[in-house]
């Protein structure tokens, strides 16, 4: 069964960080293009991050450049978001997915960054 699973979300105050995880059962990270995805209140889901399959080269958004880094234990079949120096406009439900032809979404976690 494909099935994604975040975690790590939480509340955090404005220049905290948090780490993001996503594991993956069904297919394997490592084939695909794998995306980080945010939806804050109110707002359409966005992709925020991604790393390419192979060699695994990471992109970011304007908005967490600098602040964010993705990446993934191949071993785990997970991928991670390390998200520094947080801003309260970096509220939202997280996701993760392929960035072509997605699974199933899972449940999100919800990071809240207070000002």
């Known amino acids: 069964e494909v099935q994604l699973v975040e975690s790590g979300g939480g509340l955090v105050q404005a220049g905290g960080s948090l780490r993001l995880s996503c594991a993956a059962s069904g297919f394997t990270f490592g084939d695909y293009a794998i995306g980080w995805f945010r939806q804050a209140p109110g707002k359409e889901r966005e992709g925020i991050s991604c790393?390419?399959?192979?060699?695994?080269?990471?992109f970011y958004a304007d908005s967490v450049l600098g602040r964010f880094t993705i990446s993934r234990d191949m071993a785990k079949n997970t991928v991670f978001l390390q998200m520094n120096s947080l801003k309260p406009e970096d509220t939202g439900v997280y996701y993760c997915?392929?960035?072509?032809?997605?699974?199933?979404w899972g449940k999100g976690t919800l990071v809240t960054v207070s000002s």
């Open positions: 997915n392929k960035i072509f032809l997605p699974v199933p």
């Open positions: 790393l390419s399959s192979s060699i695994g080269l990471p």
